[in-house]
C-alpha cells in the first residue's frame, strides 16, 4: 500500500466535510452548481480517484502479503469508501434543501473511520 495515501486521503476528506459544513451554514443547496458548490464536488472528486487509486493499490498488495490478515473484512473497509461516497453525492443531488450538504458530511466523515480501519486490518490489528 502507498505509505502517505491515507493521510492524505483523510485531510481531503475532513476538508470535504467542513466544506459541506461550511453550505449548511450558509443554508446552500449542492444543486443547482454554484461557484461554492462546484468546488466541493471537486474536492469530492479528487476523494473518489485517491480512494480508486488506494483501492488498485490494495488489491495489487493483497496477493503478495507474507502475513495472515482477514481478507474480507479488508475488503470491504478497501471497498466501501469507494460506494459511499458516490452514493452521498447522488443522494445529496437529490435532495433540494441544505440538508443535502448535511449528507455529503456524513459520506465525508465515513471515509476515514473506514481509513483508520483498513489500516488496523492491513496491520493485523482486525
Given at each position: 500500500?502507498?505509505?502517505?495515501?491515507?493521510?492524505?486521503?483523510?485531510?481531503?476528506?475532513?476538508?470535504?466535510?467542513?466544506?459541506?459544513?461550511?453550505?449548511?451554514?450558509?443554508?446552500?443547496?449542492?444543486?443547482?452548481?454554484?461557484?461554492?458548490?462546484?468546488?466541493?464536488v471537486?474536492?469530492?472528486?479528487?476523494?473518489?480517484?485517491?480512494?480508486?487509486?488506494?483501492?488498485?493499490?490494495?488489491?495489487?498488495?493483497?496477493?503478495?502479503?507474507?502475513?495472515?490478515?482477514?481478507?474480507?473484512?479488508?475488503?470491504?473497509?478497501?471497498?466501501?469508501?469507494?460506494?459511499?461516497?458516490p452514493?452521498?453525492?447522488?443522494?445529496?443531488?437529490?435532495?433540494?434543501t441544505?440538508?443535502s450538504?448535511?449528507?455529503?458530511?456524513?459520506?465525508?466523515?465515513?471515509?476515514?473511520?473506514?481509513?483508520?480501519?483498513?489500516?488496523?486490518?492491513?496491520?493485523?490489528?482486525?
Amino acid at each position: 500500500m502507498i505509505d502517505v495515501l491515507p493521510t492524505v486521503l483523510t485531510v481531503l476528506a475532513l476538508a470535504g466535510a467542513a466544506y459541506a459544513g461550511l453550505l449548511i451554514a450558509l443554508n446552500k443547496a449542492l444543486l443547482p452548481l454554484t461557484p461554492l458548490t462546484k468546488g466541493l464536488v471537486g474536492t469530492l472528486a479528487v476523494l473518489e480517484v485517491g480512494l480508486f487509486v488506494q483501492a488498485v493499490a490494495g488489491l495489487a498488495a493483497l496477493p503478495g502479503l507474507d502475513r495472515e490478515i482477514q481478507t474480507w473484512s479488508f475488503l470491504g473497509y478497501l471497498l466501501g469508501p469507494l460506494v459511499i461516497l458516490p452514493v452521498g453525492v447522488a443522494w445529496a443531488g437529490g435532495e433540494r434543501t441544505r440538508w443535502s450538504a448535511g449528507v455529503l458530511v456524513v459520506a465525508c466523515l465515513s471515509v476515514p473511520v473506514m481509513i483508520l480501519r483498513l489500516g488496523q486490518v492491513w496491520a493485523g490489528h482486525a
